[in-house]
């Protein structure tokens, strides 16, 4: 079956500081993508970064970027230089590529604390 | 603008009393599917459908229905809530494998 886990409940990064949110899956897709959302504390879930099974390169967008290790399944999102606005839960999430993209699942999440 | 609009943002209703969380989109989208989001367990997809007149259960549908009588619409039934479908819902929609693009959620609290 398929699963996300993400380890930390919580983190606090120091702001300018950068921060690695953990992310490992469990598939036995073939062809998956990755995403990383955030929901901040008014409630929308707000779209980050996407990673492909076959993409060769981490993605990066602005501050974000996703360290993909395929063979240990994990998909890290790395916010760098960390600002007060970065404050909010973040979920690591997987969809299939090929039949089965109607399934969309979710980790359980990380609360992150940006410190002035 | 591109977006899923849901309605009500916040519902507060009673045991048995039945209720609709009604979902548009605007992006021709194929792909909607509805999720509940509890503390400490992330969302969980309740059904998804692929197209009009196509919909399917996803990993906790128990309690909920819905329908896809037009492609931009996908609402949610509760035909007898319980307190224990008090959750934040949010619905979303996506053409074919690109991310999905959510709904600002509805609160609902059934007492």
């Known amino acids: 079956a398929q699963k996300i886990t993400q380890t930390q409940p919580g983190m606090f990064v120091q702001e300018k500081e950068a921060v690695t949110l953990d992310c490992t899956y469990d598939t036995s897709d073939q062809s998956y993508g990755l995403f990383w959302y955030k929901q901040p504390s008014s409630g929308e879930m707000i779209f980050l970064i996407y990673?492909?099974?076959?993409?060769?390169q981490n993605a990066t967008e602005g501050r974000y970027s996703l360290n993909f290790q395929k063979a240990r399944k994990s998909a890290n999102l790395v916010i760098s230089a960390s600002q007060l606005g970065d404050s909010a839960m973040y979920f690591c999430?997987?969809?299939?590529?090929?039949?089965?993209?109607?399934?969309?699942?979710f980790g359980p999440g990380t609360s992150l604390s940006v410190i002035p | 603008e591109a977006q899923v609009t849901q309605n009500p943002r916040y519902l507060i209703t009673v045991t048995g009393k039945k209720l609709t969380v009604t979902c548009s989109q605007n992006m021709n989208h194929e792909y909607m599917s509805w999720y509940r989001q509890d503390p400490g367990l992330g969302l969980r997809q309740i059904y998804y459908s692929m197209n009009v007149e196509v919909t399917d259960k996803g990993d906790v549908p128990e309690g909920y229905k819905v329908s896809r009588k037009e492609k931009r619409n996908f609402p949610l039934i509760l035909e007898s809530p319980s307190p224990n479908q008090t959750s934040l819902y949010f619905c979303a929609s996506s053409a074919g494998y690109s991310p999905l693009h959510f709904g600002n959620g509805t609160r609902l609290t059934v007492t």
């Open positions: 999430a997987m969809r299939g590529l090929g039949g089965t993209y109607d399934k969309v699942i």
């Open positions: 990673q492909g099974s076959y993409d060769e």
